[in-house]
C-alpha cells in the first residue's frame, strides 16, 4: 500500500497489517454492536487472519481478539498503517 492515507475497508488489509478506523457504514444496531466490541472511529485495529473466500475476519482491537464476519467487515473503512 503505497498511500498511507488511502481509506479502504478492513477485509482489504493485509493479514498482520493495523489500521484507524475512520468510519463505519452500518446501521444503529450493528454500530452499538461494534462499540461494545470497542470498534469506533479513531480506534486501533489489526486484521489477524482470515478464512478463504467468504468466511469471517479474526482481528484485534485494544488487547482483545474476537471474530467477525466478511460482510460486517467490509464495512469498516480502515486508514492502513
Given at each position: 500500500?503505497?498511500?498511507?492515507?488511502?481509506?479502504?475497508?478492513?477485509?482489504?488489509?493485509?493479514?498482520?497489517?493495523?489500521?484507524?478506523?475512520?468510519?463505519?457504514?452500518?446501521?444503529?444496531?450493528?454500530?452499538?454492536?461494534?462499540?461494545?466490541?470497542?470498534?469506533?472511529?479513531g480506534?486501533?485495529?489489526?486484521?489477524?487472519?482470515?478464512?478463504?473466500?467468504?468466511?469471517?475476519?479474526?482481528?484485534?482491537?485494544?488487547?482483545?481478539r474476537?471474530?467477525?464476519?466478511?460482510?460486517?467487515?467490509?464495512?469498516?473503512?480502515?486508514?492502513?498503517?
Open positions: 500500500m503505497s498511500n498511507k492515507n488511502q481509506r479502504i475497508s478492513l477485509i482489504e488489509l493485509e493479514e498482520g497489517q493495523a489500521g484507524n478506523i475512520v468510519s463505519i457504514q452500518g446501521g444503529r444496531n450493528m454500530l452499538k454492536r461494534l462499540a461494545d466490541l470497542g470498534l469506533n472511529e480506534a486501533e485495529i489489526k486484521l489477524i487472519g482470515r478464512t478463504l473466500f467468504t468466511g469471517p475476519v479474526q482481528v484485534e482491537v485494544c488487547n482483545s474476537f471474530v467477525i464476519g466478511r460482510g460486517m467487515a467490509s464495512r469498516i473503512i480502515v486508514v492502513p498503517k
